[in-house]
């Protein structure tokens, strides 16, 4: 059931950015066909609500597939080397925009084309290299910037200390790619909190087999899952993983909540998606991504899974259920 929800910014940060702004129906008399395409790292459906939301981003705008909207999915079947040629295959198709969800799809559609103008969404588009500054992104990727996983680690420890106390040791399953600070930052959570913390790196499915098997062997009291859209495509796996282990799991998106897990604290996914509706809608009318500034996110959501704290044997403290915008029970 719905609670309330976060509206912030990231990191209370002082820049002042333009909101996403309703274009109406913009679009909504023209009977020519606009094409975008849509990469994914995953295979098809692993998506949770990415594509849900730039489905709906790009309707409020005027936007709607069969009737003057054409998306060209491609999906690499979680084979990053795919990417770069799925996203030169888009470019031979003349899209008008290349939507990149993550920074590893980032980096494959700007190796692709440095004139299709891309719509991007990363932990932190300047520090990964993809713009100059998020006021003013100076090359053809703009966007939108969503809460970086490393500074999120802090919060998803002290989530996990909640729900069991008792925790000394947590692993940390990760894409280095994404959040290059992860591991730093996770340290530091650990001194703050006073456990420690033990990174599983990953960059492809073939490798998630091996990390999982070592956090098997490291046997953690608890689990946190980065929000980067490699994990997020194996979503079922992992939360499989943790239920048969009995281990509480905090992760980077809700979608892992959805399919069963215990708990998430993360920028809104499907919101960022669908704001990236009017971004998508300025470069149509000749906006310039060099010049469109890279939005920050404004909704934040907790989502836990009563049913699943249940079969862990866990009891999820009150202050925790009453700060929730979603309970599952």
């Known amino acids: 059931m719905r609670r309330r929800e976060f509206i912030t910014l990231l990191g209370g940060a002082a820049i002042a950015l333009p909101q996403a702004v309703p274009l109406g129906v913009a679009f909504a008399q023209s009977s020519e066909r606009v094409r975008v395409g849509y990469l994914w790292i ?106 970086a996983s490393d500074q999120l680690v802090e919060k998803w420890v002290e989530l996990l200390k909640d729900v069991r106390p008792s925790l000394k040791r947590a692993a940390l399953l990760y894409d280095l790619r994404p959040a290059p600070m992860i591991e730093r930052v996770a340290r530091d959570a650990s001194v703050t909190i006073g456990i420690g913390i033990m990174p599983f790196r990953v960059t492809d499915s073939e490798e ?89 996110p404004t909704k934040f959501e907790l989502v836990i899974n009563l049913k699943t704290a249940k079969a862990l044997g866990l009891d999820v403290p009150l202050h925790l259920q009453q700060l929730a915008d979603e309970v599952i029970e």
Do not use: C
């Open 208 to 296: 998630l087999g091996a990390a999982l098997a070592a956090i098997e062997m490291a046997r953690p009291d608890g689990l946190l899952i980065s929000n980067d859209a490699l994990l997020l495509s194996s979503r079922s796996r992992l939360v499989a993983f943790a239920r048969d282990r009995a281990l509480p799991a905090v992760y980077g998106q809700r979608e892992y909540v959805d399919a069963g897990g215990l708990m998430s604290y993360s920028t809104s996914i499907y919101d960022v998606w669908r704001r990236a509706g009017s971004v998508i809608s300025k470069l149509l009318k000749g906006g310039k991504a060099s010049e469109i500034p890279i939005e920050l």
């Open 42 to 147: 995953g295979a098809e459906g692993s998506d949770g609500q990415t594509l849900s939301g730039v489905r709906q981003g790009l309707a409020d705008v005027g936007l709607v597939e069969g009737r003057n909207l054409v998306i060209e999915r491609r999906y690499a079947d979680s084979h990053p080397e795919r990417l770069s040629a799925l996203a030169m295959e888009l470019v031979r198709l003349d899209v008008a925009v290349l939507l990149a969800p993550g920074a590893v799809v980032t980096r494959a559609a700007r190796s692709a084309t440095e004139t299709i103008p891309i719509v991007s969404v990363t932990n932190d588009p300047v520090a990964l290299g993809f713009a100059q500054t998020l006021a003013r992104p100076g090359g053809n990727v703009t966007g939108l910037a969503i809460t």
